[in-house]
């Protein structure tokens, strides 16, 4: 039974002497999660007085609960529920009563206030109670320790992120009692965090000195989902965060690394995810991971020759598949690593929308010689005097990224297709448009017989002819010489 009378006294001041004590309650300003506005709970719901009286209090009918922000703190305000229950009974009992009738029913309602807090209190989880005694401190967001490092926690930001259900102490292992240590041991996210603290060993970012957690997800006690359009890690907001680092010159410099944020954002795929805001569209994580990142030359990498155009083809199934059948990926799936890859063409990071990428100096880096004879092209020279009407490129003609050899029927450059190729351009394309030779090269004899030996005979007709004519010039001058030593002698002995 609920004690009553005498006992009921001394178990109210055992109540309010314990370590439940609401002092967090008296000194909101400690506190800002706490907003003190009192919810009047009457004895009509919960009687933890006396039997109403002639000339009772609003203090002898009500209990006064804080109003705290969101659900996690108002569930830690109840904790203090008993603290003024006990008040108000002790308040009764200081005055007496006459009446046993009475006393014996504030003794049965005290007994039911009892057994409400008490379930109160067990669908109250311990984190919460361990929560409310931390920020009763570090709720201050102005709190320092001795080396002017912030402790505070901004409580409502904290308790609406991912750790928000948990006990402080679940991170900070080493505090379990107040006063607690002035410097307590870093905390170690991998206690919990066991898998992603593995993938990050071995990768680029294994250095916890220069890459602690933190640097991606932010503060501990405000990470959010990374579902949540204002978490870090969203989608969307990847390349600012890792444009912290990635696009800042000195650590770039010294890191040996390219400046690559600048042209990301610059390139379709950051346009996509700055002004367009496609979640689809191509972020840092989708190509390099997440924890397990590892350089390019790694073989294991996503970013490594071979695996480029399945990490790009994860986005780009279809052209993944043309790709993989035309000769520069065969060639890539052989181990060919002089076989352009995606990157080798598009870029790693700047990116252009395919109107605008130069395809004939890209593909010339490596077809040199094709480009060479291409830049002797009506199609070239118009291009190089800046003319505003399309001429044939690389990809016009050869496709891009499903090219295949002149041999092969699917073609477009096989001579049974090059009308319909060359049609798409020149309408009245016939048979004999189409001998017209778009790499012709006078110097390679298998590719260009016919020229190769014109341009012999004609080298050797020039070659004889200024030869001839050298030759005749010289000997000319000689009997100009001697007929003039002969014509001086001649003047002499007369």
């Known amino acids: 039974m609920y004690p009553s009378g005498k006992y009921r006294r001394d178990w109210a001041k055992s109540l309010l002497s314990s370590r439940l004590k609401p002092a967090r309650l008296l000194q909101p300003e400690k506190n800002p999660a706490f907003t003190i506005s009192p919810i009047i709970l009457t004895a009509n719901y919960l009687m933890v007085q006396d039997p109403p009286r002639q000339h009772s209090t609003p203090h002898d009918t009500v209990l006064c609960l804080p109003e705290l922000s969101g659900p996690r703190s108002i569930a830690a305000g109840l904790r203090d529920l008993p603290i003024q ?35 109160l209190l067990l669908s109250v989880p311990p984190a919460l109670h361990a929560q409310t005694d931390c920020l009763s401190c570090h709720g201050d967001v102005t709190m320092q320790d001795a080396s002017g490092h912030s402790v505070g926690v901004d409580a409502p930001t904290f308790h609406s992120s991912v750790h928000g259900s948990l006990e402080c102490s679940a991170c900070h292992t080493s505090i379990t009692a107040y006063p607690h240590p002035d410097h307590p041991q870093a905390v170690r996210c991998a206690s919990c965090h066991a898998d992603e603290a593995a993938a990050v060993v071995g990768s680029v970012h294994e250095d916890a000195s220069d890459h602690p957690c933190t640097s991606c997800h932010g503060s ?6 990374k579902d949540n359009p204002k978490s870090a890690v969203y989608p969307l907001n990847i390349p600012a965060t890792c444009g912290k680092c990635h696009g800042d010159a000195a650590m770039a410099k010294k890191n040996h690394l390219a400046n690559v944020y600048p042209t990301y954002m610059d390139s379709i795929h950051g346009y996509a995810v700055s002004q367009e805001g496609l979640l689809v569209a191509a972020n840092c994580e989708s190509c390099h991971g997440s924890h397990h990142i590892l350089s390019h030359s790694n073989s294991q990498s996503p970013t490594y020759k071979t695996s480029i155009p399945e990490t790009c083809g994860k986005c780009h199934a279809g052209i993944l598949t043309k790709y993989m059948a035309g000769v520069h990926g065969q060639a890539l799936a052989n181990g060919n690593l002089h076989a352009p890859a995606c990157t080798d063409c ?55 990224h499903e090219i295949l050899p002149a041999s092969d029927p699917r073609s477009p450059v096989n001579p049974a297709n090059l009308v319909k190729t060359c049609g798409r351009c020149h309408q009245n394309a ?22 190769y030996y014109i341009r012999l005979f ?22 100009s010489l001697v007929e003039k030593a002969n014509g001086g002698s001649a003047q002499g002995e007369k």
Request: proline fraction near 5%.
């Open 430 to 451: 016939n048979a004999g448009f189409v001998k017209y030779e778009p790499h012709a090269n006078p110097h390679n004899r298998r590719l260009s017989p016919l020229l």
């Open 85 to 119: 229950a006990a008040r108000v009974l002790l308040r009764r009992d200081e005055r007496g009563t006459e009446n046993p009738a009475a006393a014996m029913g504030a003794s049965l309602w005290g007994g039911l206030v009892a057994a409400c807090v008490a379930l």
């Open 346 to 400: 598009h870029t790693a990071h700047a990116i252009a929308e395919p109107s605008m990428a130069l395809s004939t100096p890209m593909c010339g880096s490596c077809h040199q010689a094709q480009l060479s004879t291409y830049r002797d092209t009506f199609h070239s020279q118009v291009s190089n005097l800046g003319s505003y009407v399309e001429v044939a490129r690389c990809s016009d003609c050869h496709g891009e």
């Open 220 to 225: 501990a006690h405000a990470i959010l989902p």
């Open 458 to 479: 004609m080298v050797l007709l020039i070659s004889c002819v200024m030869t001839f004519f050298l030759l005749h010039t010289l000997l000319w001058l000689i009997r």
